[in-house]
């Protein structure tokens, strides 16, 4: 019986299907998230929560219900707090891994153990707290928290040259906080604070003000060694 048979010879039918896509599907999985934020937001069946981790929880199962209906995107799940792959201590707030299938992209295979892309979560403004920092989605600078800074620093996705952050805008607006990171960063320049550059600011991609969702993206140097990172800024307005 079916039910008898190791995992592996059971479901070896099903993973030997190799996908091959190319690097930009990794941006087209981000534009796919990013599509499917307001709609997770909007949703009238979703209860109302602040904390990020619940609120990442419930992107998440929103995100799993989505990709199982969406052609290119059925091959995908989403999983969250999963431990990095290279410092297994720290855990990823959102990561896409594929599923059913194995995913080779320009020459490198992901199974469904493997992450496809590092995805940071953040609210804004950051939740007063011990060692919380209210500069925190670009830098702690009382931890090594911060959402950029776990990049560069290659705490988080050193592994990847891809990466994403979602910021749940709580209070203010997105063009206040849009000001405030850029504030922070410059700030870090303009301190001689090392390996902070003014590269590191965000570019604007797009404002959606009807979805009240707005998309960035940034290039950041690393440290040890690592090459260059892209992050994909994808902030949602909750209030």
């Not at 190799?18 to 998230?33: P, V």
Request: with cysteine; glycine share 6%.
């Amino acid at each position: 019986m079916l039910a008898n048979l190791p995992y592996s010879s059971a479901r070896s039918d099903k993973l030997s299907n190799d996908l091959q896509r190319s690097g930009a599907f990794l941006h087209e999985l981000l534009n796919f998230i990013a599509d499917e934020l307001p709609q997770w937001r909007d949703r009238p069946d979703r209860k109302d929560e602040t904390a990020e981790t619940i609120l990442t929880s419930q992107l998440c199962a929103h995100l799993n219900s989505s990709a199982r209906h969406s052609a290119g995107f059925d091959i995908c799940q989403f999983r969250i707090e999963e431990p990095d792959e290279k410092e297994q201590g720290r855990k990823i707030d959102l990561i896409p891994a594929p599923c059913g299938a194995t995913i080779w992209i320009d020459g490198r295979s992901y199974t469904d153990f493997e992450t496809l892309l590092p995805i940071e979560c953040k609210r804004l403004p950051t939740p007063a707290g011990k060692n919380r920092d209210e500069t925190e989605y670009v830098i702690n600078r009382h931890a090594t928290t911060g959402g950029i800074q776990r990049f560069k620093t290659g705490h988080h996705g050193s592994a990847h040259t891809l990466g994403g952050m979602i910021a749940y805008v709580q209070e203010g607006t997105t063009m206040f906080w849009d000001e405030r990171v850029t504030e922070w960063i410059k700030e870090l320049v303009a301190s001689g604070q090392r390996g902070w550059t003014a590269q590191d600011l965000l570019q604007l991609d797009h404002d959606d003000a009807t979805l009240r969702l707005v998309r960035f993206h940034s290039v950041h140097t690393r440290e040890h060694g690592l090459p260059e990172i892209e992050l994909r800024h994808l902030w949602v307005q909750m209030n």
